[in-house]
């Protein structure tokens, strides 16, 4: 499979901070990508994708970053609330059509 | 309906059991996916069907059968498994099989072989 990897496995911030998580990836010819956020108990639950034709791309407190140059995603959380306190997967589309996930940070969020 | 529903959420089995794992979504999706996910780890792919048939199989080994009776099931038969096959399984359904469109996860099925 591809390999799909995440610079920092925990992540710790304040309320109403921003957060930023890494991701890596190895495969140049990847053009598809999704951030995935899986709570306790829970499945994971598409966050926001983005396209290799684009560098940025914006969602709600959510903007996910793409820098094909150095193989880099970044997914930045804007206003950091308790409710985002989850572990998050970046997902990268490899040459077979299937996702491939990174090994995920764990992001817990202070009151 | 959003949603991919799996049941039994948790089960626990013995090595000589044999159980079945169910999916359902009726989203029209025509890809479905069954993932294996250890604790702290990432979901790993284990089986594809696409339009109802069986695209892959990420060598799974044959305790773990899986079957699509139609559109909207998916099941997964287990069969002789091993205590490290305890895990979060997880169902996951997409509109194509192009995987372009992103996955609809369920909540999974925690299992615990003993």
């Known amino acids: 499979g591809e390999s799909v990897g995440l610079h920092l496995p925990t992540l710790s911030v304040q309320e109403g901070d921003n957060s930023i998580i890494n991701c890596a990836y190895s495969n140049s010819a990847s053009d598809y990508f999704i951030w995935y956020k899986q709570e306790s108990g829970k499945g994971p639950q598409f966050i926001i994708d983005i396209r290799s034709n684009m560098d940025k791309r914006q969602g709600q407190r959510v903007t996910v970053l793409l820098n094909k140059t150095v193989k880099h995603l970044s997914l930045q959380i804007a206003a950091t609330q308790p409710g985002d306190s989850a572990v998050y997967f970046c997902?990268?589309?490899?040459?077979?059509?299937?996702?491939?996930f990174g090994t995920g940070t764990s992001l817990t969020v202070i009151p | 309906d959003t949603e991919v529903t799996q049941t039994p959420k948790h089960l626990v089995m013995g090595m000589t059991n044999k159980k079945s794992l169910k999916c359902e979504q009726h989203m029209g999706h025509r890809a479905m996916y069954w993932y294996k996910q250890k604790a702290k780890k990432p979901p790993e792919l284990m089986f594809v069907?696409?339009?109802?048939?069986?695209?892959i199989n990420e060598s799974v080994p044959s305790r773990f059968s899986p079957e699509c009776p139609n559109s909207s099931l998916l099941n997964l038969h287990l069969h002789a498994l091993q205590p490290e096959d305890s895990a979060l399984y997880l169902c996951a359904s997409s509109q194509a099989p192009q995987g372009t469109w992103g996955y609809t996860f369920g909540s999974g099925t925690r299992l615990t072989v003993v």
């Open positions: 069907y696409s339009y109802e048939k069986l695209s």
């Open positions: 997902a990268e589309l490899g040459d077979g059509n299937q996702f491939y």
